[in-house]
């Protein structure tokens, strides 16, 4: 019985594969990277970060001065404490939200943070404060 045509283009496809993958072997067994020696497979971080295969007494260190590093997380830097914003929503249980100037971010307050009684779109000052879900509004002040 004849092979029909799809059976034969399977088999040529089978046989192009295994010669490529024939070919993959080959090439990985000339291209491999045994037997190299220890020193040239390690590398070095210099000054900049960089990955470098020079050893680290062999860079050149001139640019650096040693008490300029700083060791530990970067400072945080104090910003404006006091800030501005209108109220553009307060709910009847007492919280709301204010429309940082500048940024436009919204930040939530409760009125118990408040100095006075506020209302939607007066403008306030107040401390923007870390809390679990954000940042919220403290010390409010009305702004005339």
Known sequence: MADSFSKKENFKKKLQKQKEK????????NNNNKGKALDEMF?????NGQLTETPPGEQNREGIDLN???LGAAPIE?????KTGIVTFLSDKGYGFIAENGTQENIFFHENNCAHA????NKVSFEKERSPKGFSAVNIQLVK
Do not use: C, F, P
Request: proline share 0%.
């Open 78 to 82: 104090a910003e404006e404490t006091l």
């Open 22 to 29: 024939s070919l993959k072997r080959e090439e990985r067994k």
């Open 118 to 121: 506020v209302k939607k779109g």
């Open 68 to 70: 300029d590093i700083q």
């Open 43 to 47: 590398l070095y971080v210099d000054a």
